[in-house]
T-cell receptor, first 114, second 111 residues
Protein backbone atom coordinates (compact mmCIF):
# COMPACT_ATOMS: atom_id res chain seq x y z
CA UNK A 1 0.00 0.00 0.00
CA UNK A 2 1.14 3.51 -0.79
CA UNK A 3 2.59 5.34 2.18
CA UNK A 4 3.68 8.94 2.60
CA UNK A 5 4.57 10.01 6.10
CA UNK A 6 5.27 13.42 7.55
CA UNK A 7 7.34 13.95 10.65
CA UNK A 8 4.77 15.86 12.69
CA UNK A 9 1.00 16.35 12.63
CA UNK A 10 1.14 19.57 14.62
CA UNK A 11 3.96 22.05 15.18
CA UNK A 12 4.08 25.35 17.04
CA UNK A 13 7.06 27.59 16.40
CA UNK A 14 8.06 31.15 17.15
CA UNK A 15 8.71 33.90 14.63
CA UNK A 16 12.28 33.76 13.38
CA UNK A 17 12.85 30.09 14.17
CA UNK A 18 14.20 27.72 11.54
CA UNK A 19 11.67 24.98 10.88
CA UNK A 20 12.21 21.59 9.25
CA UNK A 21 9.33 19.54 7.87
CA UNK A 22 10.20 16.02 6.83
CA UNK A 23 8.44 13.79 4.35
CA UNK A 24 9.19 10.16 3.54
CA UNK A 25 7.64 7.93 0.88
CA UNK A 26 8.15 4.19 0.61
CA UNK A 27 6.99 3.70 -2.97
CA UNK A 28 10.21 4.48 -4.87
CA UNK A 29 8.47 7.45 -6.51
CA UNK A 30 10.44 9.82 -8.70
CA UNK A 31 8.54 13.00 -7.90
CA UNK A 32 7.92 14.67 -4.58
CA UNK A 33 6.03 17.86 -3.81
CA UNK A 34 5.40 20.31 -1.01
CA UNK A 35 2.12 22.23 -0.88
CA UNK A 36 0.49 24.49 1.60
CA UNK A 37 -3.27 24.53 2.01
CA UNK A 38 -5.14 27.58 3.23
CA UNK A 39 -8.92 28.13 3.42
CA UNK A 40 -10.31 29.53 0.20
CA UNK A 41 -6.99 29.21 -1.62
CA UNK A 42 -6.67 25.49 -2.14
CA UNK A 43 -3.37 23.71 -2.36
CA UNK A 44 -0.50 25.85 -3.61
CA UNK A 45 2.76 24.33 -4.80
CA UNK A 46 5.83 25.50 -2.90
CA UNK A 47 8.60 23.30 -4.33
CA UNK A 48 8.89 20.00 -6.10
CA UNK A 49 11.63 17.54 -6.93
CA UNK A 50 11.78 15.13 -9.85
CA UNK A 51 14.99 13.40 -8.82
CA UNK A 52 17.48 13.14 -5.99
CA UNK A 53 19.29 16.43 -5.40
CA UNK A 54 17.05 18.14 -7.96
CA UNK A 55 14.51 20.78 -7.01
CA UNK A 56 12.28 23.24 -8.77
CA UNK A 57 10.34 26.23 -7.50
CA UNK A 58 6.62 26.04 -7.44
CA UNK A 59 4.23 28.97 -7.35
CA UNK A 60 5.06 30.28 -3.86
CA UNK A 61 8.70 29.43 -3.01
CA UNK A 62 9.51 32.66 -1.16
CA UNK A 63 10.61 32.03 2.40
CA UNK A 64 11.09 28.30 1.83
CA UNK A 65 13.85 25.96 0.73
CA UNK A 66 13.98 22.21 0.21
CA UNK A 67 16.39 19.33 0.31
CA UNK A 68 16.29 15.93 -1.35
CA UNK A 69 19.40 13.95 -0.48
CA UNK A 70 17.72 10.56 -0.82
CA UNK A 71 14.99 9.44 -3.17
CA UNK A 72 12.53 8.65 -0.42
CA UNK A 73 12.96 11.82 1.63
CA UNK A 74 12.00 15.42 0.82
CA UNK A 75 12.44 18.13 3.41
CA UNK A 76 10.88 21.57 3.53
CA UNK A 77 12.78 24.27 5.40
CA UNK A 78 11.45 27.56 6.65
CA UNK A 79 14.62 29.58 7.09
CA UNK A 80 13.04 32.16 9.40
CA UNK A 81 9.44 31.38 10.22
CA UNK A 82 6.90 34.16 9.99
CA UNK A 83 3.27 34.32 11.07
CA UNK A 84 2.06 34.30 7.46
CA UNK A 85 3.56 30.83 7.12
CA UNK A 86 0.99 29.46 9.55
CA UNK A 87 -0.74 26.86 7.41
CA UNK A 88 -1.34 23.19 6.68
CA UNK A 89 1.65 21.71 4.84
CA UNK A 90 1.09 18.67 2.65
CA UNK A 91 3.74 16.51 1.09
CA UNK A 92 2.96 14.34 -1.94
CA UNK A 93 4.72 11.94 -4.25
CA UNK A 94 4.04 10.51 -7.69
CA UNK A 95 5.59 7.66 -9.59
CA UNK A 96 6.53 9.08 -12.97
CA UNK A 97 8.01 12.25 -14.28
CA UNK A 98 5.03 13.44 -16.30
CA UNK A 99 3.76 15.56 -13.46
CA UNK A 100 0.17 14.55 -13.89
CA UNK A 101 0.28 11.10 -12.38
CA UNK A 102 -1.72 10.38 -9.29
CA UNK A 103 -0.26 12.21 -6.35
CA UNK A 104 -0.26 10.45 -3.00
CA UNK A 105 -0.38 12.76 -0.04
CA UNK A 106 0.89 12.52 3.48
CA UNK A 107 -1.40 13.33 6.41
CA UNK A 108 -0.20 16.92 6.62
CA UNK A 109 1.55 19.07 9.21
CA UNK A 110 -0.40 21.90 10.74
CA UNK A 111 2.17 24.59 11.51
CA UNK A 112 1.39 27.52 13.75
CA UNK A 113 3.91 30.35 13.93
CA UNK A 114 3.46 32.65 16.91
CA UNK B 1 -8.82 35.31 -11.58
CA UNK B 2 -7.99 31.92 -10.09
CA UNK B 3 -6.75 29.25 -12.46
CA UNK B 4 -9.29 26.78 -11.11
CA UNK B 5 -12.56 28.04 -9.61
CA UNK B 6 -15.10 26.08 -7.64
CA UNK B 7 -18.22 26.95 -5.70
CA UNK B 8 -17.10 26.46 -2.09
CA UNK B 9 -20.53 25.28 -0.95
CA UNK B 10 -21.44 23.72 1.36
CA UNK B 11 -23.92 21.63 -0.52
CA UNK B 12 -26.27 20.11 2.05
CA UNK B 13 -28.21 17.21 0.58
CA UNK B 14 -30.25 14.30 1.97
CA UNK B 15 -29.17 10.72 1.49
CA UNK B 16 -30.20 9.41 -1.90
CA UNK B 17 -30.05 12.80 -3.60
CA UNK B 18 -28.21 13.56 -6.80
CA UNK B 19 -25.75 16.43 -6.58
CA UNK B 20 -23.55 18.08 -9.17
CA UNK B 21 -20.46 20.22 -8.81
CA UNK B 22 -18.93 22.39 -11.48
CA UNK B 23 -15.45 23.73 -11.84
CA UNK B 24 -14.03 26.20 -14.36
CA UNK B 25 -10.42 26.53 -15.42
CA UNK B 26 -8.70 29.42 -17.15
CA UNK B 27 -5.85 27.77 -19.08
CA UNK B 28 -7.14 26.55 -22.42
CA UNK B 29 -3.92 24.54 -22.89
CA UNK B 30 -4.71 22.25 -19.95
CA UNK B 31 -4.90 18.61 -20.98
CA UNK B 32 -5.32 16.62 -17.78
CA UNK B 33 -8.22 16.87 -15.38
CA UNK B 34 -9.03 15.16 -12.11
CA UNK B 35 -11.29 15.14 -9.11
CA UNK B 36 -9.68 14.56 -5.72
CA UNK B 37 -11.60 13.97 -2.52
CA UNK B 38 -10.52 15.30 0.86
CA UNK B 39 -12.21 14.13 4.04
CA UNK B 40 -12.27 16.44 7.04
CA UNK B 41 -8.76 16.73 8.54
CA UNK B 42 -7.40 14.20 6.08
CA UNK B 43 -5.21 14.31 3.01
CA UNK B 44 -6.56 14.59 -0.54
CA UNK B 45 -6.96 11.36 -2.50
CA UNK B 46 -7.62 10.83 -6.17
CA UNK B 47 -11.29 10.17 -6.84
CA UNK B 48 -11.20 9.93 -10.61
CA UNK B 49 -9.60 11.25 -13.75
CA UNK B 50 -11.77 13.16 -16.21
CA UNK B 51 -11.67 12.19 -19.87
CA UNK B 52 -12.89 14.10 -22.89
CA UNK B 53 -15.62 11.59 -23.57
CA UNK B 54 -16.84 11.67 -19.98
CA UNK B 55 -16.42 8.77 -17.62
CA UNK B 56 -18.30 6.99 -14.91
CA UNK B 57 -17.22 5.11 -11.81
CA UNK B 58 -20.15 3.61 -9.99
CA UNK B 59 -22.29 6.47 -8.68
CA UNK B 60 -19.81 9.11 -9.86
CA UNK B 61 -19.80 10.65 -13.33
CA UNK B 62 -17.25 13.18 -14.51
CA UNK B 63 -17.58 15.29 -17.63
CA UNK B 64 -15.36 17.75 -19.43
CA UNK B 65 -16.43 20.62 -21.64
CA UNK B 66 -13.29 21.95 -23.32
CA UNK B 67 -15.08 24.68 -25.27
CA UNK B 68 -16.47 26.23 -22.10
CA UNK B 69 -13.50 25.14 -19.97
CA UNK B 70 -15.47 23.50 -17.24
CA UNK B 71 -15.50 20.14 -15.54
CA UNK B 72 -18.38 18.60 -13.66
CA UNK B 73 -18.82 15.85 -11.11
CA UNK B 74 -22.19 14.19 -10.61
CA UNK B 75 -22.88 12.02 -7.59
CA UNK B 76 -26.00 9.88 -7.69
CA UNK B 77 -27.71 8.24 -4.73
CA UNK B 78 -25.63 10.18 -2.21
CA UNK B 79 -24.39 8.32 0.87
CA UNK B 80 -23.43 9.72 4.24
CA UNK B 81 -19.89 8.59 3.47
CA UNK B 82 -19.77 10.93 0.47
CA UNK B 83 -19.54 13.90 2.85
CA UNK B 84 -16.18 15.48 2.03
CA UNK B 85 -14.57 18.30 0.09
CA UNK B 86 -14.15 17.67 -3.62
CA UNK B 87 -11.14 19.26 -5.28
CA UNK B 88 -11.07 20.02 -8.98
CA UNK B 89 -7.56 19.60 -10.38
CA UNK B 90 -6.14 20.71 -13.71
CA UNK B 91 -2.63 20.51 -15.15
CA UNK B 92 -0.49 23.48 -16.12
CA UNK B 93 2.54 23.02 -18.36
CA UNK B 94 5.12 25.76 -17.81
CA UNK B 95 8.42 23.97 -18.20
CA UNK B 96 7.23 21.19 -15.96
CA UNK B 97 3.82 19.66 -15.83
CA UNK B 98 2.16 20.68 -12.57
CA UNK B 99 -1.21 20.10 -10.97
CA UNK B 100 -3.29 23.12 -10.02
CA UNK B 101 -5.84 22.46 -7.29
CA UNK B 102 -9.11 24.28 -6.82
CA UNK B 103 -10.09 25.36 -3.32
CA UNK B 104 -12.74 22.65 -3.19
CA UNK B 105 -16.49 22.23 -2.87
CA UNK B 106 -17.78 20.94 0.42
CA UNK B 107 -20.53 18.33 0.41
CA UNK B 108 -22.54 17.40 3.51
CA UNK B 109 -24.94 14.48 3.15
CA UNK B 110 -27.48 14.18 5.95
CA UNK B 111 -29.86 11.36 6.94
Amino acid sequence: DVKVTQSSRYLVKRTGEKVFLECVQDMDHENMFWYRQDPGLGLRLIYFSYDVKMKEKGDIPEGYSVSREKKERFSLILESASTNQTSMYLCASSLFGTGTDTQYFGPGTRLTVL
Amino acid sequence: RKEVEQDPGPFNVPEGATVAFNCTYSNSASQSFFWYRQDCRKEPKLLMSVYSSGNEDGRFTAQLNRASQYISLLIRDSKLSDSATYLCVVNRLDGYNKLIFGAGTRLAVHP
